[in-house]
């Protein structure tokens, strides 16, 4: 698809649905006046990140005292099924992250209430349904409808159907999905970010999800070298936060 066919049918696609129309405002002026905000401080935070990078698995040692391993044989088939259904899906989104990080900040949290940014297949989520399926806890999900693609109804492909009890999926953008979740649960044990990329879309949604984060808990964001909002957010708040480094990426984690 041509980009200027991609972007009408978007914009098409978005028309249509009057309850999108605030996220249409902000993604208009974040493409056009706002264009530079993406990349915001992005040298610096590299080599910041870059100072401070550890492996996943070190990352996990050192905040929950816990092995990555056992993830990957206690859940072979589930991954096996998921990584089949990824493969059958019509239309193409982001593949899995550090799901070991997910799952084991759900473990050391004991998580009941997780809340996430971001579905895409729907890695991230079953990461953290299978740590919360152990409590009957529930997983709160923001991810805007992938309009250009056709692809609402692929967004959380991957998570297996007995798992989707334990989940609530919210179709808005964060602006409007975050204040809808907030009025269903006020604190977290674990907040997950991997939606909006652009510094002033992280600054918000890392001020609200920390203020509903509860003391104790973990605190993960994803893709955090693409600007330096995460940086910034962890020193104007005094955070000495974790940084991993995952398939060319940087992750930020921390325990409220
Ligand atoms: C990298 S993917 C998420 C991957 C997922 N966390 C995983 O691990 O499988 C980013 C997702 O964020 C969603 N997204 C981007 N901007 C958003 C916004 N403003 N509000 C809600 N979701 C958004 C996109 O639709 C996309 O599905």
Known sequence: MSEIVRVLKTFVAYLKRPDLYPELGRKIIKNTVNRGNAFKGKEKTNSWAASKAISQQEAVTKLFGADISPFRTQFLEILKQSEQKEKDCPIKMGGPGALELIYYSCEFANAKNVVETGVAYGWSSLA?????????????????????????????????????????????????????IFGDSETFDVVHYDSDKSYNGRVWAYNELYRHLRKGGVFISDDIGDNSAYQDFCEANSIDTVVVEYEGKYIGVFVK
């Open 128 to 180: 953290a349904l299978l740590s919360l399926q152990k409590r009957e806890g529930k997983l709160y999900s923001s991810d805007m409808p992938y309009l250009a693609q056709d692809g609402d109804q692929y967004v959380g492909y991957v998570v297996p159907e007995n798992l989707k009890q334990y989940w609530k999926l919210f179709r808005f953008a964060d602006k409007e999905s975050l204040p809808k």
